[in-house]
């Protein structure tokens, strides 16, 4: 997953905005899509958060479930469990972009 950090929509506030999913990824096979807005991790609101915490908030070991609450553009508010893969588990289920462009992926 590759985040980006940016302005809410009408330019109300700062948002975390999914930019890329991995092809197979877990968030991905959660139903998480791109342009998602991510609102809350594990119970923690991300207002405010800079990207690295929100990653740092993404990361665990694999298997572990990371709760995920956020709002999806004509959707409306959503929640999923995320459960961990390996090939997250030792990096992270994202990436980050402060200028809306993804620096690299992880699954």
């Keep these: 997953v590759a985040l980006e950090k940016t ?15 991995s092809g197979n990824g877990a ?3 959660a139903g998480i899509k791109v ?7 594990d119970g923690l609101p ?7 915490a929100v990653q740092n908030k993404l990361r665990g070991p694999s298997g572990a479930p990371v709760r995920i609450k956020g709002l999806r553009t004509g959707g409306g508010p959503f929640e999923v469990i995320v ?3 390996s090939a997250s588990a030792g990096s992270s289920l994202a990436s980050m972009s402060e ?8 699954t």
């Design 7 to 21: 302005k809410g929509k009408g330019g109300n506030g700062i948002v975390i905005r999914i930019l890329k999913l």
């Design 27 to 29: 968030a991905m096979e």
């Design 35 to 41: 342009g998602d807005v991510l609102v809350e991790i």
């Design 46 to 52: 991300l207002a405010g958060m800079d990207l690295r």
């Design 83 to 85: 459960v961990r893969s």
């Design 99 to 106: 200028a809306g462009s993804a620096v690299g992926t992880s």
